[in-house]
Nanobody, 126 residues
Framework: QVQLVESGGGLVQPGGSLRLSCAAS????????IGWFRQAPGKEREGVSC????????NYADSVKGRFTISRDNAKNTVYLQMSSLKPEDTAVYYC???????????????????WGQGTQVTVSA
């Protein structure tokens, strides 16, 4: 069974940092592109960042460039999202997702991903 499990969410103050983890099981992570998406109350889901299964390509939403960093540890079958300089507008449920259509690509489009985790809550507030 393919599973993705997010962890690392929580409550942080503005300007703080948090690292999210996406642990995969049931498939070889190195073949899949992994994306991070988020959805805030009353807002549409948006792509945050992604890393390709092969080649090490990454993409970031303009809103998080320079603040967030995505990384992959194939030995642990885990993808991380390091978030720094957090803002209240970063508050959302964060989801990781896997897509295998093109392991060399890394789109920030939800329709390109077929397997999703349950999400982890990130709240940025003083």
């Amino acid at each position: 069974q393919v599973q993705l499990v997010e962890s690392g969410g929580g409550l942080v103050q503005p300007g703080g940092s948090l690292r999210l983890s996406c642990a995969a099981s049931g498939f070889t992570l190195d073949y899949y592109a992994i994306g991070w998406f988020r959805q805030a109350p009353g807002k549409e889901r948006e792509g945050v960042s992604c890393v390709s299964g092969r080649g090490g390509s990454t993409n970031y939403a303009d809103s998080v460039k320079g603040r967030f960093t995505i990384s992959r540890d194939n030995a642990k079958n885990t993808v991380y999202l390091q978030m720094s300089s957090l803002k209240p507008e970063d508050t959302a449920v964060y989801y990781c997702a896997a897509g295998g259509l093109n392991p060399w690509a890394c789109p920030l489009l939800g329709d390109e991903y077929t397997d999703w985790g349950q999400g982890t809550q990130v709240t940025v507030s003083a």
